[in-house]
């Protein structure tokens, strides 16, 4: 509970804008700081979350705004960020027949470690750690879609980097792999860095102190998981309703955020100071409902900044 | 029926929606565009100048071309057309779906096949549209008929389609994978190619089978029109009539058509037209792989808690920066070493190598030892162009290799610089290269071992490989590197690439010939084991250096643009160049300061010092020179009777100087009062006469001057003219090289002294070149009996004979030669002096000079008639053909002076010079032998064809046939020198190798003859009026003599020969002043020389009336028979012996010039023989010339064993052209 992490902010992003050559604009004026220790960074697909990693992650620039890490100009000094960055992407392939022990000890050249004694050392250690080392002298092209993504946090470990960007870590993972993977992130989590984006709430909720919510482009919250929960309870409201004809009766009146189907009903989501209506019960706020309120509230607000 | 539609509707729509095909359209179009409407395009145009360039032939040769290269197109439409349905997985959800195989399948073949033929048509659009081009050649182009276009196309182009298409249709359908069809359409071509090379290598002359066997039809066009003349290439259709070179053309397309059924009636019966069958098969081993995996992923699981990671140490010094090099270059080259593709451009590799190798020793028809330079050009020659793929895909794979695995993601953001990341793509492609070219060598060297040659030139492996080839491959690797960095497609970049590897040749021949502009070329060279790259080394060394920087520039403009991040927009790459820039510019102006400096030392070079002019610019000067100055063509102007020269030779410097002194006589009637010179190579200078002189008028560049003397030079008079000669060789030249000179092995001749008058030589002969220039056809020569033209020999025209005197010098090291009798040896000033004479002996007006460090072979050959010094001059490495060339010669000698007269001179030497020029030529006593074609002759197998014994025979032939008895200039009188020398070295050859050998090599000649009226560019003459053709002078002549000499005797020959020569030989060189015998000035006018009429009534004085025919067949007409066998059977009779039935078919024709025929009345002898023995051994059991007088005729021939083969004319001694069919198989009843 509380404020979280209490460290002194690492990364700092201001006023991050960018608008792609087909007119997207990915990210308006998006600013953020970021400690030492997990962030989430929520939104659903297409908010402009990949492109605000891609960009800490020095593959992509702004048309405006700054990023520095630790006092590192991240847009300028690339090299200097590269050097302790771990970065998993979203979407990633492998070469070809290159076993994973013969590619992760490739990245530990590339990552600077120099000692062959520390490479194997560090490459065997996260092998062990991510569950690999049965299969280390398999073709990474031969990999399962869990034992691809493990082997990705993996390289992400390398070189213990100051900076991990892991983007959409656990789309496509089953419930065990996700579970170990969280673990794993958690581990090293606690004293870097580490900006987690995903579209998966519990995600965010299971790991990370601080969060920050993104749509179209836009930063609509910033805080911790618990601050932002305290705020909407006792105001959020469920009902059940049975057919779609009420389900659109109730839409028409009251600010929606979510439904769920349970059991072939909709379970309906209000955010209301008092209740809202007859049929409608008080319930623990989730982080899911920070969420879609906040996307709701956001497309509710006319299109003008 | 209706789904049928459905599917072939769909395959057209959506072809004929995408561009490519339209592409494909436009390609076909423009190749058959160009290769009408340009004379430089393919080998139509380029060929020879009376073929119609709209005609069925050259039609037919274009499509075949085409429908060669265009496989890759029918691979790419029929491949993917049913593979789009594998590649999207649309599939599972079509054959879900009650479709029948028959319109599945048939929708996409008809479909595919509909377009291809479309695509191709092209071919029959741009060939109609050459035709209207304003710049084509019209006198190439006859009227346009839609049959011309259309045949071909039908009969060639779409038959291609129907059975290439099904093929890959098939291939494509039945496994399902992209890659095994394009591996099988390489397949396709490389085989292709290579079984052409190992056939054409066997030298075999069979056109039936290998015709019909031929899937592409390059083998089968040459077996049908091998022989055709012009006329018929103009006319005649390739068609289905069994007559037509004896149904070739019908089998090869039905045997092909049956295949192309076939291959759809595979896929017929083999295609599962059920989702399992279709996954099971494609997808199973991927499958069991993932299982696998699985079953591992199952065992137990570690502990939840997750262990502390070791703490490392990063650095990023230096070293760093290499490990990151070695790492990622270790781990690109194992991406490619672990790919199947490499190694089996590998495999390849070493399968041409082997093949080709094996070749290596077989130039045209003689067998040499593989020296290095000729096992180079055959396991290079091929590789070079893998080099160049390999460059090209792999600079591609390597580029895009992070993005198309979705790797890049990681990869970019790895604290890891652009330019090690750059550096090790291009480091891991010079690898591979190396290894290809690692390969090649080992190939050559193992071929070498092979076959027995074991004198291993690492050393120039080495150069060739590694310091010639390899420079260029990196400067063409970075260039493809490049291309793919600002393209944004790798299919693009592809495409640029081949285009620029295209474009070049086809910029050069139409003129564009400046290394400077052509991308990564370097100027033509030849390597010689006499000069090794001798002259050739510093432009090939500057233009490499200038190539080599500018794609090093590229490459650093490449490290700038690539691509990094997920931004690949030209703005956010433009950004990122801009700030690497810094780093990075330093090292892009140090490699355009090489580049310009380079090119600019280059273009000093090639075109300050030297004058820069293209093949056009010196055809323009060949055509200007005759413009003006053929005017004087028949000028009287005083004979060339006395050469004293006195020439300094220095070989280092590519240079000669020296001062001539000729005498000239005016053996004419009348005054003369202007002398005109011809300096064709611009190396005369400061001409002086012996009396007062003025220069009347000179042209550019002193081709040509008229100097009048103020006292005409009266009848009988001499006068004596002196000049400077030489040649300064300065820096280097853009290519074209004089071959004459060299650091070793300096060969030139009298054309670099001044001529008397216009030099018919210097016109050109190429007609199309000729109406290019606006010159009118080349001009007849002169008849038999023209009174002007009768009293100049053939050769030199500007004197009789002369008498010849030099000193000449060179380096210390090399020893120089030219004709006469050594005087004198002698140093001074550090060089070596040698003086020659041939003292009073006349000789023709037509020396040389050779300098090179030489060994010597010598030997005295005591002849009745004297002692002969025979020596051969060599380089120390070629020591193989000495004895032959020894024996050739007194072998020669001795036929030569029992036969015809007595050796005029007492020594006879041959002299090696370097491969630059090909060709071994005879001036009096003196023949210069290239390296290129004997020194290293190699005779294995008995049937061998020993060339250089041969060669050394004919030209030993000349110091009878050309330094005894010389022609007048008219026509026929070429064959007086070359056809008497064939004929001269035949019998030398036969009387050491044997008649059946000598049939053998006869073959080939008349293949060679055959063939060379079938490329005539002007019109064929008869042998006894031969003008320029050496198919006849050579090939025909030696045939027709030899046979000859065969139907009335040998001996009847040589005495006829004899009378001949001991009539007219040395004509007009006792009646003129020269050096030594100022006496016979009175009597110095000409009198003509001896024609070809002469000789043919020397021969008719010795030839039996049945025979006269023959002589005038073989001199006066062009006659062809067409002799078949056409049934043989044998019977044995009670007495044991066997009664052969043999009916044959004799025909006789007459061609005119063009190749029209008509038919001849038979009365001719004609050999009819019954053979028996093993095949190609076969021994006559019978053999008699019968007199034929009908078309048909059937003999009974009783022989005494068990005959196997009969026939007419089995020793093919008249010319026919199809002489395989002269022999049949005895059946036995």
Same mark, same amino acid.
């Given at each position: 509970?509380?404020?979280?992490?209490?460290?002194?902010?690492?990364?700092?992003?201001?006023?991050?804008?960018?608008?792609?050559?087909?007119?997207?604009?990915?990210?308006?004026?998006?600013?953020?700081?970021?400690?030492?220790?997990?962030?989430?960074?929520?939104?659903?697909?297409?908010?402009?979350?990949?492109?605000?990693?891609?960009?800490?992650?020095?593959?992509?620039?702004?048309?405006?705004?700054?990023?520095?890490?630790?006092?590192?100009?991240?847009?300028?000094?690339?090299?200097?960020?590269?050097?302790?960055?771990?970065?998993?992407?979203?979407?990633?392939?492998?070469?070809?027949?290159?076993?994973?022990?013969?590619?992760?000890?490739?990245?530990?050249?590339?990552?600077?470690?120099?000692?062959?004694?520390?490479?194997?050392?560090?490459?065997?250690?996260?092998?062990?750690?991510?569950?690999?080392?049965?299969?280390?002298?398999?073709?990474?092209?031969?990999?399962?879609?869990?034992?691809?993504?493990?082997?990705?946090?993996?390289?992400?470990?390398?070189?213990?980097?100051?900076?991990?960007?892991?983007?959409?870590?656990?789309?496509?993972?089953?419930?065990?792999?996700?579970?170990?993977?969280?673990?794993?992130?958690?581990?090293?989590?606690?004293?870097?860095?580490?900006?987690?984006?995903?579209?998966?709430?519990?995600?965010?909720?299971?790991?990370?102190?601080?969060?920050?919510?993104?749509?179209?482009?836009?930063?609509?919250?910033?805080?911790?998981?618990?601050?932002?929960?305290?705020?909407?309870?006792?105001?959020?409201?469920?009902?059940?309703?049975?057919?779609?004809?009420?389900?659109?009766?109730?839409?028409?009146?009251?600010?929606?955020?979510?439904?769920?189907?349970?059991?072939?009903?909709?379970?309906?989501?209000?955010?209301?100071?008092?209740?809202?209506?007859?049929?409608?019960?008080?319930?623990?706020?989730?982080?899911?409902?920070?969420?879609?309120?906040?996307?709701?509230?956001?497309?509710?607000?006319?299109?003008?900044? | 029926?209706?789904?049928?539609?459905?599917?072939?509707?769909?395959?057209?729509?959506?072809?004929?929606?995408?561009?490519?095909?339209?592409?494909?359209?436009?390609?076909?179009?423009?190749?058959?565009?160009?290769?009408?409407?340009?004379?430089?395009?393919?080998?139509?145009?380029?060929?020879?100048?009376?073929?119609?360039?709209?005609?069925?032939?050259?039609?037919?040769?274009?499509?075949?071309?085409?429908?060669?290269?265009?496989?890759?197109?029918?691979?790419?439409?029929?491949?993917?057309?049913?593979?789009?349905?594998?590649?999207?997985?649309?599939?599972?959800?079509?054959?879900?779906?009650?479709?029948?195989?028959?319109?599945?399948?048939?929708?996409?073949?008809?479909?595919?096949?509909?377009?291809?033929?479309?695509?191709?048509?092209?071919?029959?659009?741009?060939?109609?549209?050459?035709?209207?081009?304003?710049?084509?050649?019209?006198?190439?182009?006859?009227?346009?008929?839609?049959?011309?276009?259309?045949?071909?196309?039908?009969?060639?182009?779409?038959?291609?389609?129907?059975?290439?298409?099904?093929?890959?249709?098939?291939?494509?359908?039945?496994?399902?994978?992209?890659?095994?069809?394009?591996?099988?359409?390489?397949?396709?071509?490389?085989?292709?190619?290579?079984?052409?090379?190992?056939?054409?290598?066997?030298?075999?002359?069979?056109?039936?089978?290998?015709?019909?066997?031929?899937?592409?039809?390059?083998?089968?066009?040459?077996?049908?029109?091998?022989?055709?003349?012009?006329?018929?290439?103009?006319?005649?259709?390739?068609?289905?009539?069994?007559?037509?070179?004896?149904?070739?053309?019908?089998?090869?397309?039905?045997? /092909?058509?049956?295949?192309?059924?076939?291959?759809?009636?595979?896929?017929?019966?083999?295609?599962?037209?059920?989702?399992?069958?279709?996954?099971?098969?494609?997808?199973?081993?991927?499958?069991?792989?993932?299982?696998?995996?699985?079953?591992?992923?199952?065992?137990?699981?570690?502990?939840?808690?997750?262990?502390?990671?070791?703490?490392?140490?990063?650095?990023?010094?230096?070293?760093?920066?290499?490990?990151?090099?070695?790492?990622?270059?270790?781990?690109?080259?194992?991406?490619?070493?672990?790919?199947?593709?490499? /190694?089996?451009?590998?495999?390849?590799?070493?399968?041409?190598?082997?093949?080709?190798?094996?070749?290596?020793?077989?130039?045209?028809?003689?067998?040499?030892?593989?020296?290095?330079?000729?096992?180079?050009?055959?396991?290079?020659?091929?590789?070079?162009?893998?080099?160049?793929?390999?460059?090209?895909?792999?600079?591609?794979?390597?580029?895009?290799?992070?993005?198309?695995?979705?790797?890049?993601?990681?990869?970019?953001?790895?604290?890891?610089?652009?330019?090690?990341?750059?550096?090790?793509?291009?480091?891991?492609?010079?690898?591979?290269?190396?290894?290809?070219?690692?390969?090649?060598?080992?190939?050559?060297?193992?071929?070498?071992?092979?076959?027995?040659?074991?004198?291993?030139?690492?050393?120039?492996?080495?150069?060739?490989?590694?310091?010639?080839?390899?420079?260029?491959?990196?400067?063409?690797?970075?260039?493809?590197?490049?291309?793919?960095?600002?393209?944004?497609?790798?299919?693009?970049?592809?495409?640029?690439?081949?285009?620029?590897?295209?474009?070049?040749?086809?910029?050069?021949?139409?003129?564009?010939?400046?290394?400077?502009?052509?991308?990564?070329?370097?100027?033509?060279?030849?390597?010689?084991?006499?000069?090794?790259?001798?002259?050739?080394?510093?432009?090939?060394?500057?233009?490499?250096?200038? /190539?080599?920087?500018?794609?090093?520039?590229?490459?650093?403009?490449?490290?700038?643009?690539?691509?990094?991040?997920?931004?690949?927009?030209?703005?956010?790459?433009?950004?990122?160049?801009?700030?690497?820039?810094?780093?990075?510019?330093?090292?892009?102006?140090?490699?355009?300061?090489?580049?310009?400096?380079?090119?600019?030392?280059?273009?000093?070079?090639?075109?300050?010092?030297?004058?820069?002019?293209?093949?056009?610019?010196?055809?323009?000067?060949?055509?200007?020179?005759?413009?003006?100055?053929?005017?004087?063509?028949?000028?009287?102007?005083?004979?060339?009777?006395?050469?004293?020269?006195?020439?300094?030779?220095?070989?280092?410097?590519?240079?000669?100087?020296?001062?001539?002194?000729?005498?000239?006589?005016?053996?004419?009637?009348?005054?003369?009062?202007?002398?005109?010179?011809?300096?064709?190579?611009?190396?005369?200078?400061?001409?002086?006469?012996?009396?007062?002189?003025?220069?009347?008028?000179?042209?550019?560049?002193?081709?040509?001057?008229?100097?009048?003397?103020?006292?005409?030079?009266?009848?009988?008079?001499?006068?004596?003219?002196?000049?400077?000669?030489?040649?300064?060789?300065?820096?280097?030249?853009?290519?074209?090289?004089?071959?004459?000179?060299?650091?070793?092995?300096?060969?030139?001749?009298?054309?670099?002294?001044?001529?008397?008058?216009?030099?018919?030589?210097?016109?050109?002969?190429?007609?199309?070149?000729?109406?290019?220039?606006?010159?009118?056809?080349?001009?007849?020569?002169?008849?038999?009996?023209?009174?002007?033209?009768?009293?100049?020999?053939?050769?030199?025209?500007?004197?009789?004979?002369?008498?010849?005197?030099?000193?000449?010098?060179?380096?210390?090291?090399?020893?120089?030669?030219?004709?006469?009798?050594?005087?004198?040896?002698?140093?001074?000033?550090?060089?070596?002096?040698?003086?020659?004479?041939?003292?009073?002996?006349?000789?023709?007006?037509?020396?040389?000079?050779?300098?090179?460090?030489?060994?010597?072979?010598?030997?005295?050959?005591?002849?009745?008639?004297?002692?002969?010094?025979?020596?051969?001059?060599?380089?120390?490495?070629?020591?193989?053909?000495?004895?032959?060339?020894?024996?050739?010669?007194?072998?020669?000698?001795?036929?030569?002076?029992?036969?015809?007269?007595?050796?005029?001179?007492?020594?006879?030497?041959?002299?090696?010079?370097?491969?630059?020029?090909?060709?071994?030529?005879?001036?009096?006593?003196?023949?210069?032998?290239?390296?290129?074609?004997?020194?290293?002759?190699?005779?294995?197998?008995?049937?061998?064809?020993?060339?250089?014994?041969?060669?050394?025979?004919?030209?030993?032939?000349?110091?009878?046939?050309?330094?005894?008895?010389?022609?007048?200039?008219?026509?026929?009188?070429?064959?007086?020198?070359?056809?008497?020398?064939?004929?001269?070295?035949?019998?030398?050859?036969?009387?050491?190798?044997?008649?059946?050998?000598?049939?053998?090599?006869?073959?080939?000649?008349?293949?060679?003859?055959?063939?060379?009226?079938?490329?005539?560019?002007?019109?064929?003459?008869?042998?006894?009026?031969?003008?320029?053709?050496?198919?006849? /002078?050579?090939?025909?002549?030696?045939?027709?003599?030899?046979?000859?000499?065969?139907?009335?005797?040998?001996?009847?020959?040589?005495?006829?020969?004899?009378?001949?020569?001991?009539?007219?030989?040395?004509?007009?060189?006792?009646?003129?002043?020269?050096?030594?015998?100022?006496?016979?000035?009175?009597?110095?006018?000409?009198?003509?020389?001896?024609?070809?009429?002469?000789?043919?009534?020397?021969?008719?004085?010795?030839?039996?009336?049945?025979?006269?025919?023959?002589?005038?067949?073989?001199?006066?007409?062009?006659?062809?028979?067409?002799?078949?066998?056409?049934?043989?059977?044998?019977?044995?009779?009670?007495?044991?012996?066997?009664?052969?039935?043999?009916?044959?078919?004799?025909?006789?024709?007459?061609?005119?010039?063009?190749?029209?025929?008509?038919?001849?009345?038979?009365?001719?002898?004609?050999?009819?023989?019954?053979?028996?023995?093993?095949?190609?051994?076969?021994?006559?059991?019978?053999?008699?010339?019968?007199?034929?007088?009908?078309?048909?005729?059937?003999?009974?021939?009783?022989?005494?064993?068990?005959?196997?083969?009969?026939?007419?004319?089995?020793?093919?001694?008249?010319?026919?052209?199809?002489?395989?069919?002269?022999?049949?198989?005895?059946?036995?009843?």
């Amino acid at each position: 509970m509380g404020a979280s992490g209490g460290s002194s902010v690492a990364l700092t992003i201001s006023g991050l804008s960018k608008t792609y050559p087909n007119g997207v604009r990915a990210l308006k004026n998006v600013s953020l700081s970021i400690g030492n220790n997990m962030f989430g960074l929520l939104g659903p697909n297409g908010a402009g979350k990949s492109t605000l990693m891609r960009t800490v992650a020095t593959l992509q620039d702004p048309d405006s705004g700054s990023i520095t890490l630790d006092g590192i100009d991240v847009l300028r000094q690339k090299d200097q960020v590269r050097r302790v960055l771990g970065y998993l992407p979203q979407e990633f392939g492998v070469y070809p027949k290159i076993s994973a022990l013969d590619m992760l000890n490739h990245l530990a050249v590339m990552k600077g470690i120099n000692s062959s004694g520390e490479r194997k050392e560090v490459v065997e250690g996260l092998l062990q750690q991510t569950n690999l080392w049965d299969i280390r002298k398999k073709a990474l092209a031969t990999f399962s879609g869990g034992m691809k993504q493990r082997f990705g946090i993996a390289q992400a470990l390398i070189g213990n980097p100051r900076l991990i960007i892991v983007d959409e870590p656990t789309a496509g993972l089953d419930p065990t792999e996700r579970n170990r993977f969280l673990n794993l992130l958690s581990s090293v989590g606690s004293d870097r860095t580490v900006i987690l984006s995903t579209h998966i709430v519990d995600d965010v909720r299971q790991l990370c102190p601080r969060m920050a919510i993104i749509a179209a482009g836009e930063l609509l919250l910033e805080g911790s998981p618990n601050d932002t929960l305290g705020a909407l309870s006792g105001k959020i409201w469920s009902k059940v309703v049975a057919t779609d004809d009420e389900l659109r009766a109730v839409e028409t009146q009251l600010p929606v955020i979510s439904t769920h189907l349970v059991g072939g009903q909709h379970e309906l989501r209000v955010y209301a100071d008092a209740s809202p209506g007859s049929g409608f019960q008080p319930v623990d706020s989730s982080l899911e409902d920070v969420y879609f309120l906040n996307l709701s509230q956001q497309a509710q607000r006319p299109h003008a900044s | 029926m209706a789904l049928f539609w459905e599917f072939f509707t769909f395959e057209l729509k959506l072809r004929f929606k995408s561009l490519s095909t339209y592409v494909y359209f436009l390609l076909w179009s423009t190749f058959s565009f160009l290769c009408v409407a340009s004379e430089n395009f393919g080998s139509i145009g380029n060929g020879n100048g009376k073929i119609l360039l709209n005609a069925p032939f050259a039609n037919t040769y274009n499509d075949i071309t085409a429908a060669f290269f265009g496989i890759i197109i029918m691979a790419a439409i029929f491949g993917t057309s049913i593979l789009r349905d594998f590649q999207r997985d649309t599939y599972q959800i079509l054959f879900t779906k009650p479709i029948s195989k028959f319109a599945y399948l048939g929708g996409r073949w008809a479909g595919s096949f509909v377009t291809t033929v479309f695509a191709f048509s092209g071919l029959m659009l741009g060939a109609w549209l050459g035709t209207f081009a304003p710049w084509a050649d019209q006198t190439r182009i006859g009227p346009n008929h839609l049959w011309n276009f259309l045949q071909p196309f039908l009969f060639v182009v779409v038959i291609q389609i129907f059975f290439i298409g099904s093929a890959f249709f098939t291939v494509a359908a039945l496994t399902r994978k992209i890659f095994i069809v394009y591996i099988q359409g390489v397949a396709l071509f490389m085989i292709y190619v290579i079984g052409i090379t190992v056939f054409s290598a066997t030298r075999s002359l069979e056109r039936f089978w290998s015709g019909i066997l031929d899937p592409i039809g390059l083998l089968m066009l040459d077996g049908v029109s091998r022989y055709w003349t012009v006329i018929e290439k103009n006319s005649l259709f390739l068609t289905w009539s069994p007559e037509l070179a004896r149904g070739v053309f019908l089998y090869n397309r039905l045997l /092909w058509i049956a295949l192309g059924l076939l291959a759809l009636g595979a896929v017929w019966v083999f295609f599962p037209m059920s989702i399992e069958a279709l996954t099971a098969r494609s997808q199973g081993r991927r499958a069991a792989k993932a299982k696998e995996l699985e079953l591992l992923e199952a065992q137990p699981v570690r502990s939840r808690v997750a262990a502390r990671l070791p703490m490392v140490h990063q650095a990023f010094g230096s070293a760093n920066t290499f490990a990151q090099y070695l790492s990622l270059t270790r781990l690109r080259l194992r991406n490619i070493l672990r790919d199947i593709p490499y /190694w089996a451009i590998v495999a390849l590799l070493v399968a041409l190598g082997i093949n080709n190798g094996y070749f290596a020793g077989r130039i045209a028809e003689q067998n040499v030892w593989p020296v290095t330079y000729l096992m180079l050009q055959a396991v290079e020659g091929n590789a070079t162009l893998f080099l160049y793929i390999v460059a090209t895909l792999y600079a591609a794979e390597l580029l895009w290799r992070e993005r198309d695995t979705h790797f890049s993601g990681i990869h970019d953001a790895l604290p890891l610089r652009e330019s090690i990341d750059w550096l090790s793509r291009f480091s891991a492609i010079v690898i591979i290269e190396l290894i290809l070219l690692t390969v090649a060598m080992l190939t050559g060297i193992l071929m070498q071992t092979v076959l027995g040659y074991y004198h291993y030139e690492f050393l120039q492996y080495f150069k060739e490989l590694y310091v010639v080839t390899f420079p260029q491959i990196l400067t063409y690797t970075l260039l493809a590197l490049f291309i793919q960095t600002v393209v944004s497609n790798k299919f693009v970049g592809h495409g640029i690439l081949i285009g620029i590897f295209v474009l070049m040749p086809i910029l050069f021949s139409f003129g564009w010939e400046n290394t400077l502009y052509l991308v990564g070329q370097v100027p033509a060279f030849t390597y010689s084991d006499m000069n090794g790259y001798g002259h050739f080394v510093p432009a090939l060394f500057w233009s490499i250096v200038y /190539w080599l920087a500018i794609a090093a520039a590229l490459g650093v403009v490449s490290v700038a643009l690539s691509r990094r991040g997920s931004e690949d927009s030209l703005g956010s790459r433009a950004r990122l160049a801009r700030q690497r820039a810094p780093r990075l510019a330093p090292l892009a102006a140090l490699f355009l300061v090489i580049a310009a400096t380079a090119g600019s030392w280059y273009f000093y070079n090639a075109h300050v010092l030297n004058e820069y002019l293209n093949a056009k610019a010196r055809r323009h000067i060949q055509a200007d020179y005759e413009h003006r100055f053929k005017q004087y063509e028949n000028l009287l102007q005083p004979k060339v009777t006395a050469v004293d020269a006195v020439i300094n030779i220095y070989p280092d410097r590519r240079s000669f100087d020296g001062k001539v002194r000729i005498t000239l006589q005016n053996k004419t009637g009348q005054p003369i009062a202007q002398i005109h010179l011809t300096d064709q190579k611009q190396s005369v200078s400061n001409v002086h006469f012996d009396r007062p002189f003025r220069l009347l008028t000179s042209a550019p560049r002193d081709l040509y001057s008229i100097y009048a003397l103020d006292q005409p030079l009266a009848p009988g008079e001499t006068l004596t003219l002196t000049s400077d000669v030489g040649h300064q060789s300065r820096g280097f030249r853009d290519g074209n090289e004089l071959p004459e000179l060299a650091y070793n092995g300096t060969f030139f001749d009298s054309d670099y002294f001044p001529y008397i008058g216009y030099n018919r030589n210097v016109e050109l002969d190429d007609p199309r070149r000729r109406r290019e220039e606006q010159l009118p056809s080349l001009e007849e020569m002169a008849h038999r009996g023209n009174p002007a033209y009768s009293l100049n020999n053939i050769f030199p025209i500007e004197s009789d004979w002369i008498t010849y005197h030099t000193v000449v010098s060179t380096s210390p090291d090399q020893v120089v030669l030219a004709p006469g009798y050594l005087q004198r040896q002698w140093q001074a000033g550090g060089r070596n002096f040698f003086e020659y004479s041939m003292g009073s002996t006349h000789v023709l007006d037509f020396v040389a000079y050779i300098s090179a460090r030489y060994q010597v072979r010598k030997e005295r050959y005591q002849t009745p008639q004297g002692d002969v010094a025979l020596e051969v001059y060599y380089d120390p490495a070629h020591t193989y053909d000495l004895d032959d060339m020894l024996a050739s010669s007194r072998a020669g000698l001795d036929y030569y002076q029992r036969v015809y007269s007595p050796y005029q001179f007492t020594q006879f030497r041959i002299l090696e010079f370097p491969r630059y020029r090909a060709f071994a030529q005879s001036f009096a006593n003196t023949v210069p032998y290239s390296e290129g074609m004997g020194f290293i002759g190699r005779v294995v197998k008995p049937t061998d064809i020993d060339f250089t014994y041969f060669v050394t025979a004919h030209e030993l032939g000349h110091q009878w046939w050309a330094h005894q008895l010389i022609g007048a200039d008219v026509e026929g009188s070429n064959m007086l020198s070359e056809s008497l020398a064939e004929y001269s070295a035949l019998q030398v050859m036969a009387h050491k190798y044997g008649r059946d050998l000598m049939h053998r090599y006869l073959r080939h000649e008349l293949d060679r003859y055959l063939r060379g009226r079938s490329g005539e560019v002007r019109h064929e003459p008869p042998l006894a009026l031969v003008q320029r053709e050496a198919y006849v /002078w050579y090939q025909k002549g030696g045939q027709i003599l030899y046979t000859l000499a065969d139907y009335i005797g040998e001996d009847k020959l040589n005495l006829a020969l004899h009378n001949f020569l001991m009539e007219y030989r040395y004509a007009n060189a006792n009646n003129q002043v020269d050096a030594h015998d100022n006496t016979r000035a009175l009597a110095a006018t000409d009198l003509p020389y001896p024609d070809t009429r002469m000789l043919v009534d020397a021969i008719r004085a010795q030839t039996p009336p049945e025979l006269q025919y023959l002589v005038d067949d073989g001199f006066n007409r062009i006659v062809l028979y067409d002799n078949k066998a056409i049934s043989a059977t044998s019977q044995k009779t009670p007495d044991g012996k066997y009664k052969v039935t043999l009916e044959v078919q004799a025909r006789k024709l007459q061609a005119d010039g063009n190749g029209a025929e008509t038919p001849l009345p038979l009365a001719d002898y004609i050999e009819i023989g019954v053979f028996s023995g093993k095949k190609d051994e076969e021994k006559p059991l019978y053999l008699k010339k019968e007199k034929l007088t009908e078309e048909h005729k059937t003999f009974v021939i009783v022989v005494d064993q068990a005959p196997t083969l009969a026939g007419i004319d089995p020793y093919n001694k008249l010319i026919d052209r199809i002489a395989d069919d002269n022999m049949i198989d005895v059946t036995q009843r």
